[in-house]
């Protein structure tokens, strides 16, 4: 059962979930008009426009509320109680004729004191509680998927029906997903590729407060943002004009990989002590949304500890975290978690653990039919003239005769070096000597246990 592909390859209260045919303008929850709805204390957010104030000097009430991504007449609230405390002053007029503001000495002296308790000055946050309510409104389990939809979305993909047929329903059923099998089957490709059936889109904050702080939740590494309908470049500006609540960005569903790198601590909020800023784990940028942990059991930790951090979210849907300052709070945990692994799973985790995975799918190498439209479909990719005589000679000849079973990342490789020699040594056509070399290059004098591709190969990939 292995897998190819031509293609390349992570508030609410009150809010709808977002399917594939809902627009995410008409789900967006409303721009708050007053302080009182921004569910935001009046000093917090007093602190956060003097941060701004103090980083990027004299500010116009429009600039100021763009950065703080709040209406108008918010920030103009606000500045008021700036100026009757004395921590803000007028500073004449900008060119639009809105007032410019700048910080007092006891204003400075107040930014300073509020960036040290919390470094963030970005958009204003979004209390946790609303939070939980839009993760929970988005929800994947809300939305779902056919086994028409799967077929439509790998219809250029070479994979085993039967294997579709598993990942499909694992995706959406709010359980965790264990793939295994041999190196070079297509497994971690396969992983990443699922994000093509995670439908619709989701709003992202670009922060929660939780206990005073904000925690950054918007990540452009792992978030892709999706401009407003028919916003232009001038999407920001008609966000406000519609109403909308710019705290959020329209964004994908997103998919975050981590591999061999993944670490404990990147499972916890991360604090920088330089910048006073929180964090979000990778769990919780990947809310409503798919994580893969691929090459499982080479982390920086043993299996059993990655895995005892699962237990509870997984159970319980919700994951519990804490500040640096010792704030404890949870937060919704809905995310698609697939384990990535060519170990054997019984050597990872105990069979307790287990149970809580719902769906066990194993990757195995591929049909001789498969391996054959996986290598026609190469030689287009690569322009070279397909030859079944040829991929016979490589099926029969090379694979059958040294033991080395049929991988999907093997014609991409295999062509490839082919390729290379080709063009070395200005050769036009291929022919078996010229695969015979690639073959010796590929595997080199690696035993036959060891002639598998691997993922030193691989990298996660399959071929074209």
């Known amino acids: 059962m292995g897998v190819d592909t031509k293609?390349?390859?992570?508030?609410?209260?009150?809010?709808v979930p977002l399917?594939?045919?809902?627009?995410?303008?008409?789900?967006?929850?409303?721009r708050p008009a007053s302080v009182e709805e921004t569910g935001l204390s009046p000093l917090y957010l007093m602190d956060l426009l003097s941060k701004q104030l103090l980083e990027q000097g004299v500010l116009d009430l429009h600039q100021l509320s763009r950065g703080a991504a709040l209406a108008g007449s918010v920030v103009e609230?606000?500045?008021?109680?700036l100026r009757r405390e004395g921590r803000a002053e007028v500073r004449g007029q900008g060119e639009s004729g809105a007032l410019r503001f700048g910080l007092t000495e006891l204003g400075r002296a107040a930014a300073m004191e509020?960036?040290?308790?919390?470094?963030?000055?970005?958009?204003?946050?979004?209390?946790?509680?609303?939070?939980?309510?839009?993760v929970r409104a988005q929800a994947l389990s809300e939305v779902g998927t056919t086994r028409d939809e799967v077929r439509r979305a790998f219809a250029d993909t070479v994979v085993d029906p039967m294997l579709l047929d598993q990942l499909g329903p694992g995706l959406h059923s709010g359980r965790a997903m264990f793939v295994h099998g041999e190196p070079g089957t297509g497994k971690s490709y396969m992983a990443r590729r699922l994000a093509r059936l995670l439908p619709g889109e989701v709003l992202v904050p670009h922060a929660i407060l939780a206990g005073g702080k904000a925690v950054r939740c918007f990540d452009p590494s792992v978030h892709s943002p999706l401009a407003m309908p028919g916003a232009g470049n001038t999407g920001a500006?008609?966000?406000?004009?519609?109403?909308?609540d710019p705290r959020f960005v329209r964004c994908r569903r997103p998919c975050v990989v981590t591999g061999g790198e993944l670490s404990m601590e990147r499972l916890e909020v991360q604090y920088d002590h330089a910048t006073h800023i929180h964090q979000a784990p990778i769990q919780l940028l990947a809310n409503n949304g798919m994580l893969v942990i691929d090459d499982l059991g080479r982390q920086r930790m043993a299996p059993m500890e990655l895995f005892n951090r699962w237990i509870v979210p997984l159970e319980e849907r919700r994951d519990f975290l804490a500040l640096a300052n010792g704030y404890h709070f949870s937060v919704p945990f809905d995310v698609a978690l697939v384990f990535s692994t060519n170990l054997d799973p019984l050597t990872l985790a105990d069979a307790a653990f287990l149970r809580r995975i719902g769906y066990k799918i194993r990757f195995a190498p591929l049909s001789r039919e498969a391996y054959r439209e996986i290598w026609a479909r190469q030689c287009r990719e690569s322009g070279i003239g397909f030859d079944p005589t040829l991929v016979d000679f490589v099926i029969y000849e090379l694979h059958a005769r040294l033991g080395v079973p049929l991988l999907a990342c093997h014609p991409r490789d295999l062509l490839g070096l082919a390729g290379d020699h080709l063009r070395y040594w200005g050769g036009e056509s291929l022919d078996r000597e010229v695969l015979a070399w690639a073959w010796q290059t590929y595997f080199g004098d690696f035993t036959s246990d060891d002639r598998t591709g691997g993922d030193a190969h691989t990298s996660g990939r399959t071929a074209s």
């Open 77 to 81: 609230t606000l500045c008021h109680l």
């Open 114 to 134: 509020a960036l040290i308790r919390d470094g963030y000055a970005g958009p204003a946050p979004v209390p946790l509680e609303r939070y939980t309510a839009l």
């Open 19 to 30: 399917g594939a045919s809902t627009a995410a303008a008409d789900a967006l929850p409303p």
């Open 237 to 244: 500006a008609l966000l406000l004009a519609e109403g909308h």
């Open 7 to 15: 293609l390349d390859i992570a508030d609410g209260e009150g809010a």
